[in-house]
Every structure is written in structure tokens, then in C-alpha cells.
């Protein structure tokens, strides 16, 4: 299993950014997908669920409604558009996949929301 995310970088308040995940090693379009994200002091926390179909979404309460995950499973890729970034949203976030009961992560790509 292999999972590459890009995207990440520095934002204002306000602004967006698109994160993208690109999975190999595996059955992509069976399985559910996950962005995590992690902020410096504090523990990773999950951000967005995609089911295999894509028809079922899940979203942490801190970005409901700013935050959209999307997948296309031709591309064996997993989106996360971040549109009205705030500062709290910095953290490096993580692309997810739980394989045969083990958690696979990517290396990460870093977010920055500041003035």
C-alpha cells in the first residue's frame, strides 16, 4: 500500500486549497478512504470519510461545511477542497486507509493558514 498526498501549502484566512491522494497497492474503488490531520502539540484527528462508492460522506464537526472530500476511483485518487481556511486548520494532514485491519498513512503534506 502506497498513499501520496500533495497540495498542501501556505494559505490566508479565507482562501482554499485542494489536497489530492494518490493510492496504489491496493483495490482503490473497494475500499473507504480518510484524511486525517495532525497539529503541532496535539494528537492526529480525523477530518473526512468517503466510503468505496463515494455515496457516504463523514465530517468532523470543525469543518462541516468548509471542507469537501471527493474521490475518483479511475485515478485512484481521494480529494479534500478546503474552501474559508481558518488558522486552527494548520496541521499536516494525512491521506488513510485501513488495509486487512492495519491503518496505512501517507508521509503527509503540510498546511499553513496565516496572515
Known amino acids: 500500500v502506497q498513499l501520496v498526498e500533495s497540495g498542501g501549502g501556505l494559505a490566508q484566512p479565507g482562501e482554499s486549497l485542494r489536497l489530492s491522494c494518490v493510492a496504489s497497492?491496493?483495490?482503490?474503488?473497494?475500499?473507504?478512504m480518510k484524511w486525517y490531520r495532525q497539529a503541532p502539540g496535539k494528537e492526529r484527528e480525523p477530518v473526512a470519510t468517503?466510503?468505496?462508492?463515494?455515496?457516504?460522506?463523514w465530517y468532523a464537526d470543525s469543518v462541516k461545511g468548509r471542507f469537501t472530500i471527493s474521490r475518483d476511483n479511475a485515478k485512484n485518487t481521494v480529494y479534500l477542497k478546503m474552501d474559508s481556511l481558518k488558522p486552527e486548520d494548520t496541521a499536516v494532514y494525512y491521506c488513510?486507509?485501513?488495509?486487512?485491519?492495519?491503518?496505512?498513512w501517507g508521509q503527509g503534506t503540510q498546511v499553513t493558514v496565516s496572515s
Open positions: 468517503i466510503s468505496n462508492g463515494g455515496g457516504s460522506i
Open positions: 497497492g491496493f483495490t482503490f474503488r473497494t475500499y473507504f
Open positions: 488513510n486507509v485501513v488495509y486487512y485491519g492495519r491503518d496505512c
